[in-house]
């Protein structure tokens, strides 16, 4: 079935540093791509979306350009703050109004 | 936007009784909802699909006796998890579908513990 994968582990970076996150996903059709952040103790909130190749979600100064052809859905932001220290999920809708979940990857900004 | 409420937000229950975690969308209605679970450090698990006026439909693996689920209004849906054991102890979520392919808003979760 439909299927994301994130790059393993936490990740943990200076404030004002560039973070990446990779994602890249499995699907039969053209999906609908999603990030989600989660902060403690609480919901997932949308973080940003794209639903066709080549379109970039962007908010709160992430980003994410919908790869096609590299299957690809990774998360960036040019300075990151404290305030970002959150788990961030990337998701797809797999066609059935279901969505799958990568296994997220927590994010540790040091001031 | 839309808002999806999700009560309560913690709960303590002693072995062998059962809790219901409610999930309501506040401004929107939602055909759809759904309910996962998630584990400490872990992503999220989907249990089940739960459709306004019919019977969920639950992810292979989930005890359909043991998480009862109703969606009796296009607004509310109901986890009830039945027997709870300390092993059901877990944060669980509710998601609302609002009308579109890709309105999905997440409710803040619930903590169960049992004990």
């Known amino acids: 079935g439909d299927s994301v994968t994130q790059m393993e582990g936490p990740v943990t970076l200076s404030e004002e540093a560039f973070l990446t996150i990779n994602c890249t996903y499995t699907a039969t059709g053209y999906p609908s791509l999603f990030w989600y952040v989660q902060y403690p103790g609480e919901g997932l909130q949308l973080l940003l979306k794209?639903?066709?190749?080549?379109d970039k979600g962007s908010n709160k100064g992430f980003e994410a350009t919908y790869r096609k052809e590299t299957t690809s859905f990774h998360l960036e932001k040019g300075s990151v703050q404290v305030s970002d220290s959150a788990v961030y999920f990337c998701?797809?809708?797999?066609?059935?109004?279901?969505?799958?979940f990568g296994k997220g990857n927590q994010v540790v900004v040091i001031p | 936007g839309a808002v999806v409420s999700q009560h309560p937000s913690r709960v303590i229950c002693k072995s062998g009784t059962s809790v219901k975690i409610e999930c309501r969308s506040l401004?929107?209605?939602?055909?759809?909802m759904f309910w996962y679970r998630q584990f400490p450090k872990q992503s999220l698990m989907l249990m089940a699909t739960s459709n306004e006026g019919s019977k969920a439909t639950y992810e292979q693996g989930v005890e359909k006796d043991k998480f009862l689920i109703n969606h009796a209004s296009l607004t509310l849906s109901t986890l009830t998890v039945t027997s709870a054991h300390p092993e059901d102890s877990s944060f669980y979520i509710c998601s609302a579908l609002e009308g579109g392919y890709y309105g999905y808003t997440f409710g803040s979760g619930t903590r169960l513990t049992v004990v």
């Open positions: 401004d929107f209605q939602a055909t759809t």
């Open positions: 794209a639903t066709k190749a080549d």
């Open positions: 998701a797809l809708n797999d066609g059935n109004n279901r969505l799958a």
